[in-house]
């Protein structure tokens, strides 16, 4: 299964008989749940899950699976049963309050003078915690913060840094492919995108251009670069030196999808098939010794 639980903790699985996929309705994305009966459960249907955060209130998206066909080595936490229509009423009040915390948080922290961005706010489903998530450019001294909002929000308190491209998946968005983002559908780390794999793609180094929702780079530049990599070792360097037809060109450009060699003089440029340039070229080292 390729839908993994960011809610997941080393314990025993055996006591659940199946899982299933659940979605909350801040996120796209779905993550697993265990079945400790056998209960028929159908998509859409509401369900009341224990999470790291607390009891949450989410949907069925992917329907009961035979506990044999769960691959992950993590422990899976609980359905703990059918959302009723109370418990429907009570997320739907908590939204408005977490709202309220919102703009309290907001209003306290410029109070303050802390450089804190406030984003999103999210009661859990029995209201025993407030989860508040800011962005920051730099660490923040939020102590005495947290004792003004325990004392007016009168509940357990997280106050959670998010980086940019967090942002990005909480609010979501569409990509210049014009699919979902990927941070805010299946991706659950952020692995460090630097510009050597626009370089190593022969991408033209135009940083809007490269740039996601977030301003970073965009993940999907990670997606083919280990296969540039590898067929890049089947083209020649840029800047090595052949023959063709005892006329010396330079190699100054290549293209790995339509495996394509530009190679060049002061009086000539030649778009060769790789095929055809192995074929035909003498390159410089080879062509010296034969003379």
């Avoid at 939204?95 to 859990?124: C, P, V, W």
Wanted: glycine share 6%; with cysteine.
């Amino acid at each position: 299964m390729g839908i993994n639980n960011p809610e997941l903790e080393s314990i025993d699985n055996s006591v659940y008989k199946s899982f299933l996929g659940v979605k909350f309705f801040n996120t796209p994305r779905a993550y697993f749940f265990g079945l400790k009966e056998e209960e028929d459960y159908h998509l859409g249907d509401k369900v009341v899950v224990e999470t790291m955060r607390g009891l949450e209130l989410g949907e069925v998206a992917i329907e009961p699976i035979s506990m044999d066909k769960y691959e992950s080595e993590l422990g899976l936490k609980p359905v703990l049963r059918r959302a009723t229509d109370i418990d429907v009423k009570i997320y739907e009040a908590n939204q408005k309050d977490a709202k309220n915390a919102l703009e309290i948080s907001r209003a306290e922290s410029e109070r303050m003078g802390l450089d804190m961005n406030f984003i999103s706010g999210e009661y859990t489903l029995d209201k025993t915690k407030v989860i508040l998530s800011y962005i920051a450019d730099e660490r923040i001294d939020f102590r005495e913060l947290l004792k003004v909002l325990a004392s007016r929000l009168h509940t357990r308190i997280e106050l959670r840094q998010i980086g940019s491209r967090d942002k990005a998946k909480m609010i979501g968005g569409v990509g210049i492919c014009g699919l979902p983002l990927c941070c805010s559908t299946f991706l659950n780390e952020f692995d460090g995108i630097s510009i050597n794999r626009a370089k190593n793609q022969m991408l033209a180094i135009n940083i809007p251009k490269l740039s996601g929702h977030c301003g970073k780079l965009i993940c999907c530049l990670k997606y083919e670069d280990d296969v540039y990599s590898e067929e890049r070792k089947n083209f020649p360097e840029l800047g090595s030196k052949l023959w063709i037809d005892k006329v010396e060109y330079t190699v100054t450009s290549v293209n790995i999808i339509s495996k394509v060699v530009k190679i060049e003089n002061e009086e000539d440029v030649k778009f060769m098939p790789l095929d055809d340039l192995n074929k035909q070229a003498r390159w410089r080292r080879k062509f010296d010794e034969e003379k």
